[in-house]
């Protein structure tokens, strides 16, 4: 009796399919998790604008810039400004702002359900968060004192300095810098740069912070998502200006 060639796959071919079809499934999962990460950067940017924008409303509509919330709840810490419980290492008060989406505290969240955090110079004797403090010193003696800066490792970095060609934003400073702890939701770590940005559970008073792009746990520094943007002094100034509330 004739005997007939079977038709189908060896047990190595099929072995060889399955390999193939695991490599381009976990290659597109990488690359679906990577567009995925990239929405929230984007939509982590969009809220922290957002925030800037409502602070500048807030300075216009009060004279002054909000103080940072404590861990309590999510309006400014005391209410009606003055000195601020946590100037530099406290939250958005998004409560006292109107901004959403907050957890159930009444916190602004990034896209990672991160709490957004938010630093207040305290220069001038709170001058930025006291009520028509501002126009009485008056803009050319006003000096904000938050300072964002490229890295923790260049030379001269310290709590109050950038350091040597470190800084991005000019001498005195900022009046506010308002950031996100990115995907990790670390608060520094092993990372140099991220432990530069003031931590909400400890008493850090610093007055400098990193921004720079994302990068991964071997870079220089370390690992580091932190999303920041600061409100500029001029920006603050002129819309204060249109609105009557300097000089």
């Not at 982590?44 to 404590?70: M, N, V």
């Not at 003055?82 to 406290?90: A, I, L, Q, S, Y």
């Given at each position: 009796m004739k005997i007939r060639p079977q038709n189908g796959f060896t047990l190595v071919e099929m072995a060889i399919v399955l390999a193939i079809m695991?490599?381009?499934?976990?290659?597109?999962?990488?690359?679906?998790?990577?567009?995925?990460?990239?929405?929230?950067?984007?939509?982590?940017?969009?809220?922290?604008?957002?925030?800037?924008?409502?602070?500048?409303?807030?300075?216009?509509?009060?004279?002054?810039?909000?103080?940072?919330?404590?861990?309590?709840?999510?309006?400014?810490?005391?209410?009606?400004?003055?000195?601020?419980?946590?100037?530099?290492?406290?939250?958005?008060?998004?409560?006292?702002?109107?901004?959403?989406?907050?957890?159930?505290l009444g916190f602004l969240t990034d896209a990672w359900g991160n709490r957004i955090r938010y630093a207040v110079s305290n220069a001038n004797g709170n001058a930025f968060t006291t009520a028509d403090r501002m126009k009485l010193i008056g803009m050319s003696a006003l000096a904000p004192d938050l300072m964002v800066c490229a890295s923790a490792t260049a030379a001269g970095f310290d709590a109050v300095n950038c350091g040597t060609n470190n800084g991005l934003t000019a001498a005195p400073g900022v009046p506010a810098v308002i950031y996100s702890t990115g995907k990790n939701g670390a608060y520094g770590g092993t990372s140099i740069d991220e432990t530069a940005n003031p931590n909400p559970n400890s008493a850090d008073n610093n007055h400098t912070f990193v921004s720079h792009s994302i990068a991964p746990a071997e870079a220089t520094g370390g690992v580091f998502d932190d999303q920041l943007i600061w409100l500029s002094q001029n920006i603050l100034y002129n819309r204060m200006v249109q609105a009557g509330k300097l000089p």
């Open positions: 695991a490599l381009i499934l976990g290659a597109s999962l990488t690359l679906l998790s990577a567009q995925q990460d990239q929405r929230k950067v984007e939509d982590t940017h969009a809220r922290l604008e957002d925030a800037r924008d409502a602070l500048t409303g807030f300075a216009i509509a009060y004279g002054r810039l909000p103080c940072p919330a404590s861990a309590a709840s999510g309006a400014e810490s005391p209410a009606g400004g003055g000195v601020c419980t946590n100037f530099n290492n406290g939250f958005l008060p998004a409560a006292t702002l109107g901004l959403t989406p907050v957890d159930s």
